[in-house]
């Protein structure tokens, strides 16, 4: 089976060409196409995501990023392609982006039909006027081409792609245990059958993304903060750096599996108040009590899930699972108090947004039968599982 699938739900617009052979439990993918375009240097003036903008930007790329994916995956049919039956619908698709219509138009006219077997488009959860962006693209590409629109959640994606490895999803053993961490959203998610979820923990205010990305720009660093407080605590570690801070560790003994991070972020502005000139010195002590904070948290509720659950394998997924300290504590864990668990942390450079995710899931549902939803598809900012 094969499945072009599109991604807009923030700052990266992506488009991926994946096939996939199985069926679940055991599914092999192939990616034969991936385009995607980061807007985070663009926002990094705003300090954070502008979500105005970042439809402006998904518009203005993503016919280009489609072209590009189904290149990759040598599916781009070069010939004049008569749109005469469904053009008159692509403007009312695209009322809110006229030059969209038109561009679409233009790419539908040269390039023949793909063979596919579905679209799928992440419809939440999200920035919704980002994602009506990749939503009306994908209802345009399946009305063109008479395929069916499968929509998508963004968070499954980062679920289900942390338990593929090397592009096979195989060995693993239910009920697996999901800690998704990124801008929007942290939360345990458990599977104890293959693609049903329930959320047994999240937080109640902001996300753990979130906050590294407002301490980040309490300390003057640059969007997205995560990374830049990363490689402060990081620097810090290996150069023996002991923090003079000490912030607190939010809920971590509460009993439950919620988080709460904004206290976290209130109490490093009262810090940062504090002091008379921010060094670099500075900087880098509350990076690291920061981190070290945000860790002892994750590792004490996560042991609490692991318990509680009885899971057999443990994911992390999300942009923050690229977090060196977190997936190194997260792994000590496992290793010193959980050795029989399975350990799935994706690749780094897989953690963040992107289209292969929204394909998997897209393609593992398919493989295991179940059908196309029926009825309109619009999109859902607060999607839950
Ligand atoms: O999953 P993602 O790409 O987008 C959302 O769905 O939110 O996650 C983005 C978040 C941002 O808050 C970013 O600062 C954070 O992930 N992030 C990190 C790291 N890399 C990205 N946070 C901590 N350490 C990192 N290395
Ligand atoms: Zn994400």
């Known amino acids: ?19 996939a052979f199985g069926a679940l439990p055991s599914i092999s993918f192939r990616t034969l196409g991936n385009a995607l375009l980061s807007q985070a240097a663009k926002h990094a003036a705003f300090g954070g995501v502008f979500p105005s903008l970042a439809k402006r930007e998904h518009a203005a790329v993503i016919v280009p990023l489609i072209e590009d994916a189904l290149r990759q995956a040598s599916m781009l049919r070069e010939e004049y392609t008569d749109i005469s039956a469904y053009s008159d619908a692509l403007p009312a698709l695209f009322a809110h982006e006229p030059g969209l219509a038109q561009q679409m138009a233009a790419f539908l006219s040269r390039a023949g039909k ?3 077997d579905a679209i799928a488009v992440t419809a939440g959860p999200g920035l919704e006027p980002a994602l009506w962006v990749g939503i009306n693209a994908a209802k345009a590409l399946a009305l063109a081409w008479d395929l069916p629109l499968l929509p ?16 096979q999803l195989e060995g693993i053993a239910l009920p697996v245990l999901g800690l998704l961490i990124s801008g929007g959203h942290t939360e345990f998610v458990v599977m104890r059958e293959w693609l049903r979820y329930t959320t047994i923990g999240e937080t109640v205010d902001d996300a753990v993304g979130e ?63 504090k002091i008379e000139s921010l060094t670099d010195a500075h900087r880098k002590e509350l990076a690291l009590e920061f981190e070290q904070a945000v860790g002892d948290v994750i590792v004490g509720k996560t042991r609490k899930a692991l318990e509680d659950t009885g899971a057999r394998t443990f994911l992390i997924g999300g942009g923050v699972a690229a977090n ?25 450079k897989d953690t963040g947004d992107n289209a292969i995710m929204i394909a998997q899931v897209a393609l593992a549902r398919l493989l295991s039968g179940q059908q196309p939803r029926g009825g309109d598809i619009r999109a859902d900012g607060n999607l839950s599982f």
Not at 1 to 19: G, Y
Not at 324 to 337: A, G, Y
Request: charged share 25%.
């Open 114 to 116: 793909p063979e596919l």
């Open 1 to 19: 089976m094969r499945v072009l699938a599109i991604e807009t739900s923030c700052d990266e617009t992506a488009v991926a060409v994946l096939e």
């Open 324 to 348: 060196t300290h977190i997936r190194r504590e997260l792994t000590n864990l496992v290793e010193t108090s959980f050795p029989d668990m399975k350990l799935c942390l994706p690749h780094p």
């Open 211 to 273: 906050a590294f990305d407002k301490t980040a720009r309490l300390l003057g660093l640059p969007y997205p903060g995560g990374p830049e407080i990363s490689k402060l605590a990081e620097a810090a570690r290996t150069e023996g750096v002991q923090s003079s801070f000490s912030l607190p560790r939010p809920m971590k003994d509460s009993g439950d599996l919620r988080f709460s991070f904004s206290g976290l972020k209130t109490a490093v502005r009262y810090t940062v108040e």
């Open 152 to 167: 998508q959640n963004h968070m499954e994606g980062h679920f289900l792609s942390s338990l593929i490895q090397n592009d």
